[in-house]
């Protein structure tokens, strides 16, 4: 058997994107790729520039420098005078509140780019109960935006966005309106609805569990420029800095003392006096930030450093705890079966921890 | 326990005698006279009958008029919402230069009394007007070959004075539209002008109509307009016919006019607060707002920006400058020369007794009905509103009856009602101020009860839960809170009151003058520069009260 050469279709890229408005800088020097059936989510806190590259890739915003490509094709590139009208792009977008026209119904509002598409109207009838059946909107093509819920105002979106079998379809933080519970159920939908329809979705949010949970890939944004790029385990349990560290779950920071580096790993001192291990190599002795997510701390074990319990949290399949270590107070998450009251003297080990320089 | 209890009962009584008061107020001010009208018109002598009507559409001077009013309105209606919409759109969805003074410039015919309008109008475009003479002396032509004294003046310059009814009104809905639904349809595959066409179109269309409504009955409920420029060219319509035939004086067949009129206003604003009412259902949920997105005009920014500036600069700057050149000119029809200037009408009218007097009456006329109006409207809004009271809302309807009754009408219900012992205020001043109380009222109950509506009920209830007492509740939280607004509300009912001219020049009287009627009076006498001296110290007034209104309410009120 000879090697098999796979070639991965590219549905989306951006290339070195900036966007400036004004003397603000909004976007810096953006580049990624989105493949074929890809499930791709731009992560970051509000005003990270996420929305701003979206919109530039839909050609609702006009970037100040960089190139955007869209299923191969140049569509965005000031340099070169090229400005292709969002109307030409052929792609799918879903806005934060849905956008759903409240002066057409359910749908007149799923059906319009078909009409302006001038599709016969038997493939549009077709395509119509495809996707009132694909989306649960049976019964409802009558209504009219005011007379359904938020969900259903959101699958309506989704059905416009889809309607035209776009390879590429842009969603704007879709699920950002919903309850929490609707919004855990769209979630698996949205990625049932990429599997099964085989479109390469590019998804905005700054909800991390949300891109956590849907994404193939997630680039992390902050401060208008990519500041890590990967698969989300990757990102969870290797974040480059500290910014990363922190927005992606939950972690404790605490300041510590590299004192003994080696090519294996070092010990780092906390303050009061108890070491960790850490696998980085090459550090460099002295002041550091030492990140250590909550699981990956053990309560109530024999050996480890001293700690105290201050505070406990029930959370249904797992507890909390706020431990004081020296004179860290530190999150722990245990499952139920360790039983701690506040107060309790304890002992614990930091399996795993992750070192930034100060 | 027995305290509060004391309280609470105390309070209730008092509410109930004041809405009884007010309750009476309104049926002596408002319902009776409007109900004169009616009957007065189904009657002749002490028995029913329906002649006067018969009258109006028998005679064709009458039928004349009425057929007037109404196609002059839908003209100047059709008129504002071309113009109206047009400059919204140009204004607020493309990169025209200059907006907010565009915006400013074009929102100016709103601050100017209509008749007075219409002098200026009568100024620059009448026979020997200044731009007459202009056009006149470039072609070498003889006259110019407009006349503004004609139904086409009238049309003209009512939607001028109406279409920033549908300018504020469209270019409102405009930048209240949610951008992502335009958006959406270009993400759909709509180019720019598809999107206009099947998203933003249909969007602003409540909007629209509901200001075409506006402007419609605005056209035709006034008289200042038509009787400036019509009377001249014997071109009638309602409000000027029904003047005539109150100075016959022709009593049942003027209030058989005025019920016509009511009727022709007063079903376009039912129709246009329906739709009101029903475009608040129409509000999606809204997202992040994002810039809304300005069409590139391209070649066409200039040509277009030259234009609209031309018609923003000839709907109020142009008016004015005309008004305040005729203020200061010797004799009307006298060349544009600094020889020809003087300050003598000025002297003259601060010496003339009438018009002193007249200013006092009408600064007399608006701070009193500003006031009572303010008050009684306060306290409506306050028991319908928050206390809730069972009737209170009925009261809030009463009140609000009178928006939809044409000033002429009005006026016609007030020499009905006080003309005849017991109570004679016909002849008097007072017989002004009951007009006014009755016209404002449904103006200051709108603004007492936006404003009331705006404090939210938990703000009172957390001084409640504080230890507050009702009253120092009412001191502490509400009079702070609601006291911007009383006060933009009274400037709002001040302002058209001392300008008003409808309903005093049909109730003046020796005395009893009011400066739209010295004014009125002045023009019709032929004394132009009087009157434009006259009416530059009201602009000046209005201007001045503006400048207030914007202060006190940080710019979200104005005239």
């Given amino acids: 058997m000879g090697a098999e050469v796979v070639l991965v279709e590219e549905r989306i890229r951006v290339s070195n994107l900036a966007k400036q408005f004004g003397t603000f800088t909004a976007v810096h020097d953006v580049s990624f790729t989105v493949h074929e059936n890809e499930f791709f989510s731009l992560l970051g806190p509000s005003g990270c520039g996420k929305t701003t590259t979206l919109r530039c890739i839909s050609g609702l915003e006009q970037p100040t420098e960089g190139e955007v490509y869209i299923s191969g094709r140049l569509v965005t590139a000031p340099r070169k005078n090229v400005m292709v009208p969002p109307e030409r792009r052929g792609i799918g977008m879903v806005f934060q509140n849905y956008a759903v026209w409240p002066h057409m119904t359910v749908e007149q509002n799923m059906s319009y780019p078909l009409r302006l598409a001038k599709k016969p109207r038997e493939h549009v009838a077709t395509k119509m109960a495809y996707l009132m059946d694909l989306l649960e909107l049976k019964g409802l093509e009558k209504r009219y935006p005011s007379e359904l819920s938020g969900g259903q105002q959101q699958r309506v979106a989704l059905g416009r966005a889809l309607s035209t079998d776009p390879k590429v379809m842009l969603l704007d933080e879709p699920l950002s309106n919903l309850d929490a519970k609707l919004r855990e159920q769209m979630r698996f939908e949205l990625k049932d609805l990429q599997r099964k329809t085989g479109i390469s979705i590019l998804y905005v949010t700054h909800d991390q569990v949300e891109a956590m949970a849907m994404s193939d890939r997630v680039a992390v944004m902050n401060a208008g420029a990519v500041v890590q790029e990967g698969a989300p385990h990757d990102i969870y349990a290797n974040p480059t800095d500290k910014f990363v560290a922190d927005f992606i779950g939950t972690m404790n920071f605490v300041p510590g003392t590299v004192v003994n580096a080696t090519e294996q790993g070092a010990r780092v001192r906390l303050r009061g006096g108890a070491e960790v291990t850490v696998r980085e190599s090459s550090l460099e002795a002295g002041s550091c930030t030492l990140a250590i997510r909550p699981e990956d701390i053990l309560l109530g074990t024999e050996r480890g450093v001293d700690c105290e319990v201050d505070v406990r949290i029930f959370l249904g399949n797992v507890i909390e705890y706020r431990v004081r270590i020296g004179e860290d107070l530190l999150r722990v998450q245990t499952n139920a079966s360790i039983r701690l009251e506040p107060g309790d003297r304890t002992r614990a080990i930091i399996q795993h921890a992750l070192v930034f320089p100060e | ?559």
């Avoid at chain 2, 009884?20 to 006279?33: C, D, K, Q, R």
């Avoid at chain 2, 598809?194 to 998203?199: A, E, H, M, S």
């Avoid at chain 2, 409506?380 to 044409?406: C, E, H, N, Q």
């Avoid at chain 2, 020049?505 to 004014?519: D, H, K, Y």
């Fill in chain 2, 1 to 559: 326990m027995n305290m509060v209890k004391a309280t609470t009962g105390r309070s209730t009584d008092v509410r109930y005698v004041l809405m009884i008061l007010i309750g009476l107020f309104f049926l002596a001010v408002i319902v009776y006279p409007l109900s004169l009208v009616i009957v007065k018109s189904f009657s002749s002598g002490a028995d029913f009958t329906i002649n006067n009507y018969v009258k109006v559409f028998s005679q064709e001077a009458n039928l004349r008029a009425f057929w007037n009013s109404i196609w002059v309105s839908c003209l100047s209606t059709a008129v504002c919402v071309a113009l109206g919409t047009l400059l919204a759109m140009l204004i607020v969805r493309t990169d025209i230069p200059g907006k907010s003074w565009l915006r400013m410039l074009l929102l100016l015919p709103y601050g100017i009394p209509p008749f007075i309008g219409a002098m200026a109008w009568a100024q620059l475009f009448g026979p020997v007007g200044y731009v007459s003479k202009l056009y006149m002396s470039l072609t070498g032509a003889m006259s110019a070959p407009w006349r503004i004294y004609s139904a086409g003046g009238v049309v003209l310059v009512l939607a001028i004075y109406q279409f920033p009814v549908v300018f504020i009104t469209v270019s409102g809905a405009l930048g209240r539209i949610d951008t992502s639904l335009e958006e959406a349809a270009r993400m759909s595959g709509g180019g720019p002008f598809r999107t206009l066409i099947d998203v933003t179109l249909p969007l602003i269309t409540p909007a629209i109509t509901a200001s075409a409504l506006l402007a419609f009955v605005g056209c035709i409920s006034n008289f200042g307009i038509p009787a400036l420029l019509g009377f001249r060219a014997r071109f009638f319509v309602l409000t000027t016919r029904i003047y005539s035939a109150l100075s016959i004086p022709d009593m049942p067949l003027a209030t058989a006019m005025a019920v016509l009129l009511a009727i022709t206003s007063g079903v376009p604003l039912v129709l246009a607060r329906r739709l009101e009412r029903r475009q608040s259902r129409y509000t999606v949920i809204s997202g992040k707002s994002v810039r809304p997105q300005t069409m590139n005009l391209g070649a066409w920014r200039a040509p277009i920006f030259i234009i609209v500036v031309i018609v923003s600069l000839f709907a109020g700057v142009v008016p004015l400058i005309s008004m305040l050149l005729t203020s200061f000119l010797k004799y009307w029809g006298a060349p544009l020369r600094f020889a020809n200037m003087t300050t003598g009408h000025y002297k003259y009218i601060l010496n003339l007794p009438m018009v002193t007097r007249a200013f006092r009456n009408s600064v007399f006329l608006a701070v009193a009905a500003a006031t009572i109006t303010m008050a009684v409207g306060a306290l409506v809004s306050y028991m319908s509103i928050r206390a809730k009271i069972r009737g209170a809302k009925t009261l809030d309807f009463v009140g609000t009856i009178p928006y939809a009754v044409p000033c002429t009408m009005v006026a016609i219900s007030m020499i009905l009602a006080w003309s005849r012992p017991p109570v004679v205020l016909y002849g008097t001043i007072w017989v002004i101020l009951a007009a006014y109380l009755v016209r404002y009222m449904p103006f200051s109950i709108r603004t007492t009860n936006a404003t009331l509506q705006q404090v939210h009920v938990s703000l009172e209830e957390a001084a409640r839960v504080s230890g507050a007492g009702w009253i120092q509740t009412m001191r502490h939280i509400v009079m702070p809170l609601i006291r911007p607004g009383l006060v933009a509300g009274w400037i709002l009912v001040f302002m058209p009151a001392l300008r008003e001219l409808t309903m005093s020049v049909l109730l003046w009287s020796q005395g009893a003058e009011t400066m739209g009627v010295v004014i009125y009076n002045m023009q019709d006498a032929g004394y132009s520069q009087i009157a434009a001296a006259l009416s530059t110290v009201v602009l000046l007034v209005i201007l001045a009260g503006n400048v207030v209104v914007r202060k006190l309410t940080k710019g979200e009120v104005s005239m």
